[in-house]
């Protein structure tokens, strides 16, 4: 964890650093975060185990956005993907590092997240009988399968499919992009051009 003080050296001014330190903290897996009124650079894992205030998602989406990253991808829970995916919504869209940038879906992406959420959360409710954050792994697995070829009923939202494949890109990159994730799965990490840092 570093401060955006100690990580740029110096302030610009008494609002924070520039733009390049930030594109540079990004760059190595670090987003600026509000932890106790001090805004600090840290990881999104980082970010989630210190309480880091959100800035566009709501605790409810956040809560929501867990539950359904972590039944993608296991492990997107403690690896902070609420708080990736908050603090990249928060950046300019030519700056955010999420993977619905990059598939035509127009900005702004907060609306996509939430409606998302709120479809997947509805589906729950009807199908299942509780909000998607109470669904065990075993009920909520039918459902989630049930996204992908679209034939989740009611959904009220983005596609499915779309919105299916966004999260669980995001979570993938959150539990599976760094070195430490290729050491836990024993497989050579073979980056053509090795990153400064892990997230």
């Known amino acids: 964890m570093q401060t955006r003080q100690a990580f740029d050296g110096q302030r610009r001014d008494q609002h ?3 733009r390049r330190t930030l594109l540079k903290a990004a760059g190595i ?6 932890v106790a009124g001090v805004e600090v650079l840290l990881s999104p894992a980082e970010a989630r185990a210190r309480g880091a205030v959100l800035s566009v ?3 409810e989406d956040a809560a929501l956005l867990e539950a359904f990253g972590e039944a993608l991808v296991p492990g997107a829970r403690a690896a902070g993907i609420a708080h ?4 990249n919504l928060a ?3 030519h700056e955010s590092l999420l993977t619905v940038r990059y598939l035509d879906v127009l900005p702004p992406h907060d609306a996509f997240y939430r409606a998302g959420l709120a479809a997947l959360d509805a ?5 299942l009988g509780v909000p998607f954050v109470q669904a065990s792994a075993a009920a909520a697995k039918p459902l989630i399968a049930a996204m992908l070829p679209g034939t989740i009923a009611p959904w009220q939202g983005p596609p499915a499919a779309l919105f299916y494949l966004t999260v669980r890109s995001d979570a993938a ?5 760094t070195r430490a994730a290729f050491d836990r799965m024993q497989v050579p990490y073979l980056a053509h051009i090795d990153p400064p840092s892990d997230w």
């Open 173 to 177: 990159d959150l539990v599976y992009g």
């Open 84 to 87: 990736f995916v908050d603090a």
């Open 29 to 34: 897996g670090l987003f600026a975060f509000n």
């Open 57 to 59: 998602l709501s605790a």
């Open 91 to 93: 950046r300019p869209h």
């Open 16 to 18: 924070g650093p520039d």
């Open 123 to 127: 589906a729950s409710r009807a199908v």
